[in-house]
């Protein structure tokens, strides 16, 4: 089968949705089909290349509006492309209006990974649009259950939705053992940068849990308003900003780590991949509570503690709890156990196959069935 993924990055840039894409499209091309990935080039110059198989056309982008890449090449070379079946990665609407009118016979797959949340002004005009485009695609892959009942885009189109989750490469990440007693808490904290992983919150309960120490590995808009942050707070020697990592060295973060913390604060953190390699890890997990996925990955009282988001409270007892060993311990070991068991690369790869030769044998979508007022923005 020749598969076309359309979004708007794609490895070397680093992000959840982008180490998705990169793994579905290799794991693909590993069991026989002919993949490709468009998505816009950070410079303004287009070029063509070949990651591990995978055939990365990558168009060049003029400008960034409202977090959208604005590259106008994307929708011309689609009209020259063949694929059998096209994969589009949601949020990112040129990508999504390229698929609807550039190759409207084309069986389209749509995988919706976070409601817009910031740019919702954007979304009052695209609305009308997107509905249209939502009600084409002939599946709606979901990566969890709660998404599909808490996103008013995906609730009235709840039937055609297909939960698969994200899966990982788990050969990747091997657990230690727990430490049983130590003076300090070693935290860990790895992603983009950006406003909604809700870092801040985690520097103000470090001033009040003075026994913690934390590592944050990634970049992103908001290190330097944190590392301010830190230094505001006073607890800049207990915080370390590693920056991006080469892949090889990330295993080793979370070995020396006791506890993965990720304190989202907004539906943009649909689901957290990095929970993922933290439980594969065998570390317990913070999460918080936001009606998507990382109160699903991350099971309370069973994988780790899930607490309400920008709750500084919450997350100081939180970490109080996490000084018990034997909780930790515990939760490392159901947390790793549950990533084998539903999360990892070849289950993804499966079901998201499963999804395209359901597609490939069904009628197309009939886009009237249901009223766009069902879901008007408010």
């Not at 409202?66 to 009209?79: D, F, N, T, Y």
């Not at 001033?207 to 992103?220: D, F, K």
């Not at 000084?323 to 159901?334: F, K, L, N, T």
Request: with cysteine.
């Amino acid at each position: 089968m020749k598969i076309l993924h359309i979004y708007k990055d794609y490895y070397p840039v680093l992000g959840g949705i982008e180490n998705h894409i990169r793994s579905l499209a290799e794991s693909q091309v590993k069991v026989g089909h002919r993949v490709t990935v468009l998505v816009c080039h950070p410079e303004r110059h287009s070029r063509v290349t070949e990651i591990q198989g995978v055939r990365v056309i990558l168009m060049g982008r003029w400008t960034t509006v409202a977090s959208m890449p604005i590259s106008p090449g994307l929708p011309l070379i689609l009209q020259r492309l063949c694929p059998d079946l096209i994969h589009v990665h949601s949020p990112f609407p040129l990508g999504e209006l390229a698929a609807w009118m550039g190759k409207p016979r084309v069986p389209l797959v749509l995988t919706y990974h976070a409601d817009v949340v910031r740019q919702k002004w954007l979304m009052r005009i695209y609305s009308p649009l997107f509905w249209i485009v939502l009600r084409l695609a002939r599946r709606i892959i979901v990566t969890n259950p709660p998404m599909i009942e808490s996103s008013r885009w995906l609730r009235p189109l709840r039937a055609k939705c297909e939960v698969v989750p994200l899966g990982i490469d788990v050969s990747r990440f091997s657990p230690v053992p727990i430490r049983l007693a130590g003076p300090v808490l070693n935290l860990l904290c790895v992603g983009r940068l950006r406003y909604y992983k809700g870092l801040d919150t985690l520097l103000r309960a470090l001033a009040t849990v003075r026994t913690a120490r934390l590592v944050v590995v990634g970049n992103g808009p908001m290190r330097r308003p944190w590392e301010q942050l830190a230094r505001d707070l006073g607890v800049q020697d207990r915080v370390e900003f590693v920056g991006d990592i080469p892949e090889s060295e990330l295993s080793d973060y979370y070995r020396k780590a006791d506890l993965f913390v990720l304190p989202a604060n907004a539906r943009a953190e649909a689901f957290g991949t990095v929970f993922l390699e933290a439980m594969a890890s065998g570390l317990p997990c913070i999460a918080t509570e936001l009606g998507t996925g990382t109160s699903w990955v991350v099971q309370h009282e069973r994988t780790g503690l899930v607490i309400p988001p920008g709750d500084v409270a919450a997350l100081i007892r939180a970490l109080e709890r996490m000084q018990s060993a034997e909780d930790r311990q515990r939760w490392g070991r159901a947390g790793r156990a549950r990533v084998h068991s539903v999360f990892t690369e070849s289950l993804m790869t499966e079901g998201v196959l499963r999804v395209y030769e359901h597609v490939m044998n069904r009628a197309p979508a009939d886009p009237a069935v249901m009223p766009y007022d069902g879901i008007r923005e408010k």
